[in-house]
């Protein structure tokens, strides 16, 4: 019976092999490929986050309309041919040289190599570049001569080289825009008569608070020839200059501009919660008309607009998203920064340096093929960047480290022990090597900033503050009542940006000329500023201040160490900054400006927390002798018993964590910049306190919310709910145009399986797969990009068959010259062992599958028979609906 059907299978492979053999003689003259079109779009060997040259990209054509051939980037490029130069440089060749060896048999390389690259809001296929990295490993440690261990060790070098290079490179973008920014700054108030490009403090000889400086001449005195200020022409000049700028730096943003179709359900990239009720009043929907007319309304987004620390977050979960990462939002982005906070808005810089210093990774990645062609190996240095842009943002190397532990670990998958391990279970967490080199990263970083010396102090902190004096006990109930304000002020800060979303951008004049909102914006932001000193400081100045002990030098501290009968006036001046600076926060997230959440909350607990330790201050001052004050040195003055700055940096990380939800990173980083032992638990009581309340009122951090309303296939292992429903309830039913049956013949005609793949982008999925079934039976699956880059490769799709039967196995030494393969042979692209479960499986092991292994899809069997496939965005939609309570 075996032997029969061997014969039968023979047979039928041979006369397919004669069909297909007289079909290629028929048809040969039509195999012809497009040049036009080759020099009118990027070539396949385009990095993964690379933009396209143009100022606008437009993916409008996808998925609803057909593509244009040979293309992997749905963007729009007009103009002669863009391609970038096929004449590699010195460095390129001497990598290539290095790090593309030449094996002695170059046909014995797996076919897994010959793959497509990723298209445009797909995810990464974590398993399928640990594969081809394993081959890649497997043939380098085959070489047992001089040579080929030379090129092991440069292989293992490569990683080191490239994070050091980042680090340096991400620490001189952190200088340049410190020391530009500070300079403009203070170009609201006046200018230096020693140097047009000399800073306030610089000119002042770095005390910039005194307020006697010849050097320093304001606007007023410029304008009158008199050694007098006057406070009406300063007032015109820093209003003036901070729309100008704030301006500026939105219209430099608006350059990195992009549009993308609605079918691809992504609501908002750039921060940009005014799509938060659309979204919601669609998925209430139940498909009906006004569903599908929210589906399909495009959607723009400004790669260079807010802090980016979202879409980081989830690209490095494997998100794609082209240009985001690119030159060119690299280069916008950072001048845009250095307008955005010089023009004084209540924003921050060191969100923004999380995506500049992830830019610099993308781009440095290219320099070795190791990196630039997997994906997945990308992705652990564009962690490590991630963590120096930390590094530098705070002075905090080790805070930089935690924090890709912290926000990373759940993103990034540890692809390197796929195939050597036999598809073990894999960790979200870290691996050592990963983990130290990003530490190294961060450490380069650091020392780089520190020669560079951007604030002149010799120090690479934001600020630096030391406290002599140790807390008492009684202080245990301030800090825990600390750590609820900040966790209830950080979840309505959270429910009041959407509310302002909502609202007042739902205006279409605000909707479709964004510089406009921004512009309004600046302008209440300079109005009200000018009179309140605590809210015209720059964030970390005022933050520095609101921290530091008090001490002698008065004018260091700008009222903030008032006498005891004069602390209930300063707390009502703390207070009412307090609510002009929440307001301007609100009203600032979102806008199209690179713009930072981190600082400016950490300066509002700053202010929340200096005025509660002015308060337990004053009540010590009044009740000397209760048995509360004790521990208080007997006779002594209240300041030296109650610190109000530990108070302030103590709500400050408070207030953080409640709308980032960072715990862990936040304690170390407030460590670093103290570097007191003494203080790092009442950092940590607070933030931990801190998290439970915000959790209690808002689930979401602010950076959470962004990432579920934009709709990414980003799984969130940090909320694992609890299921009581199978595989079988989830999986979609079974229909003819998604699957390719080869019962009858593998061959399979061209035009079939185009239809077949425009339906399957028509549904949004265009990382998804069609499996190939015989006779019921799963044979394999050949996922979305590779279907599409095959048809694209034929020269003619009418008429033609197209072979669809999947390998079985892959053989260390193939005769067949690789330059002279079939393109009607897709079998090279055909995963010829798909992950598949059985549709009674638990919802807990679906759930492990997905998290654990970084899968796309899933197989769907029934008895043995295929019966569907589930893909990563459903199950993430489910997992959504679980968590609100509209499944099980």
């Not at 501009?257 to 009043?281: C, F, H, K, M």
């Not at 498909?287 to 989830?314: F, L, M, Q």
């Not at 079985?808 to 330059?819: A, G, L």
Request: with cysteine; aromatic share 10%; net charge neutral.
């Amino acid at each position: 019976m075996e032997d029969g059907e061997s014969t039968s299978y023979s047979r039928r492979r041979a006369s397919e092999e004669d069909l297909r053999t007289e079909g290629r003689r028929s048809r040969s003259h039509r195999r012809r490929l497009s040049t036009s079109s080759r020099n009118t779009e990027l070539n396949e060997q385009s990095s993964l986050l690379q933009e396209s040259s143009g100022l606008q990209r437009d993916y409008s054509t996808v998925p609803s309309t057909p593509r244009p051939r040979l293309s992997r980037h749905h963007s729009t490029v007009t103009g002669e041919d863009t391609r970038p130069s096929r004449i590699p440089s010195f460095t390129q060749r001497l990598t290539r040289a290095l790090s593309n060896y030449d094996l002695k048999n170059k046909t014995s390389e797996s076919l897994l190599e010959e793959r497509v690259w990723y298209d445009q809001f797909t995810s990464t296929d974590w398993i399928n570049d640990s594969i081809k990295d394993a081959y890649r490993v497997k043939a380098l440690r085959a070489r047992k001569d001089f040579r080929g261990r030379l090129y092991a060790w440069f292989d293992g070098a490569q990683g080191w080289v490239l994070v050091a290079i980042i680090g340096f490179i991400v620490a001189c973008l952190a200088f340049f825009v410190d020391v530009t920014e500070n300079v403009l700054f203070d170009y609201k108030e006046g200018y230096c008569t020693n140097g047009w490009y000399y800073s306030k403090k610089k000119c002042c000889l770095g005390d910039s608070s005194t307020s006697f400086c010849p050097m320093w001449k304001h606007w007023s005195q410029l304008i009158t020839g008199s050694e007098k200020k006057t406070e009406y022409i300063d007032y015109i000049f820093y209003v003036a200059f901070t729309v100008a700028l704030a301006t500026a730096s939105s219209l430099l943003t608006m350059t990195t501009r992009t549009v993308y179709p609605g079918a691809l359900q992504i609501r908002n990239v750039d921060e940009d919660l005014a799509q938060v009720r659309a979204s919601l009043e669609g998925s209430s929907s139940s498909g009906g008309a006004e569903s599908k007319a929210v589906d399909s309304a495009p959607t723009v987004y400004y790669s260079a607009a807010g802090s980016g620390v979202a879409e980081v977050k989830v690209i490095l979960s494997g998100f794609v998203l082209h240009g985001y990462l690119g030159l060119r939002t690299l280069v916008v982005k950072t001048f845009a920064l250095i307008l955005s906070v010089s023009s004084g808005l209540s924003l921050g810089k060191e969100g923004p340096y999380v995506h500049i210093a992830t830019c610099v990774g993308n781009i440095a990645c290219r320099l070795f093929s190791k990196y630039n062609h997997n994906d997945g190996k990308r992705r652990e240095i564009l962690s490590a960047s991630a963590a120096a842009g930390v590094a530098v943002a705070f002075g905090a190397p080790i805070g930089g480290v935690l924090f890709s532990l912290e926000e990373v670990r759940y993103a990034l998958i540890d692809t390197s022990i796929f195939v050597v391990q036999n598809l073990n279970p894999v960790s979200y967490y870290f691996p050592p090597k990963t983990l130290f080199r990003t530490f190294f990263c961060c450490i380069v970083a650091a020392l780089s900033l520190k020669f560079l010396n951007p604030y002149g102090t010799n120090k690479i902190v934001l600020f630096e503050v030391r406290y002599v004096t140790d807390w008492h006990i009684f202080e245990l109930v301030a800090f825990v009542f600390l750590g609820v304000c900040g966790g209830v002020y950080g979840a309505l800060f959270i429910k009041a940006s959407k509310f302002w979303a909502t609202t007042f951008r739902k205006n279409k004049l605000i909707k479709s000329y964004p510089v406009i909102e921004l512009s309004f914006v600046a302008l209440v932001t300079g109005l009200i500023s000018f009179w309140n000193r605590y809210v015209r400081l720059a964030v970390s100045e005022l933050l520095f201040e609101l921290a530091s002990p008090c001490t002698g030098n008065e004018s260091q501290h700008s009222g903030l160490c008032p006498e005891p009968d004069e602390i209930p006036k300063t707390i009502l001046y703390l207070l009412l900054a307090l609510a002009i600076k929440s307001v301007l926060t609100v009203i600032t997230f979102g806008t199209k400006v690179p713009a930072g959440v981190y600082v400016p909350t950490m300066v509002i607990g700053g202010i929340m927390g200096h005025a509660v330790g002015l308060a337990v201050e004053y009540a010590v001052y009044k009740f000397p002798n209760s048995a509360l004050f004790e521990s208080c040195p007997a006779g002594g003055s209240p300041s030296a018993c109650v610190v109000p700055g530990v108070y302030a940096l103590v709500c400050a990380g408070a207030v953080m964590c409640g709308v980032t939800r960072l715990s862990v990173t936040l304690a170390v980083i407030l460590f670093e910049m103290t570097g007191s032992l003494d203080h790092v638990l009442p950092f940590s009581l607070a933030v931990l306190v801190s998290k439970w309340v915000a959790d209690a009122i808002e689930p979401l951090s602010i950076y959470d919310l962004l990432t579920a309303l934009n709709s990414y296939p980003y799984l969130d292992t940090k909320m694992r709910p609890v299921f009581s429903s199978q595989l079988s309830d989830i999986t979609p039913r079974l229909r003819p145009e998604r699957i390719i049956d080869i019962s009858d013949s593998a061959l399979v005609p061209a035009e079939e399986l185009r239809e077949k793949l425009r339906m399957l982008q028509t549904a949004g999925e265009l990382d998804g797969g069609l499996p190939i079934v015989r006779s019921g039976i799963l044979v394999g699956l050949i996922p979305a990009p590779d279907l599409e880059f095959a048809l694209d490769n034929l020269r003619s799709e009418e008429d033609e068959m197209c072979l669809m039967a999947p390998k079985e196995d892959y053989p260390d030494n193939s005769s067949d010259d690789v330059s002279i393969r079939d393109p009607t042979d897709f079998s090279p692209y055909i995963d010829p062992a798909p992950v598949a479960l059985e549709r009674h499986s638990p919802m807990e092991l679906v759930y492990e599958c997905f998290a654990k292994l970084g899968l796309r899809y899933m197989c769907v069997l029934r008895d043995g028979q295929f019966a569907g496939v589930v893909h990563k965005k459903a199950f993430v939609k489910y997992l959504m609906e679980v968590h609100e309570g509209k499944s099980h």
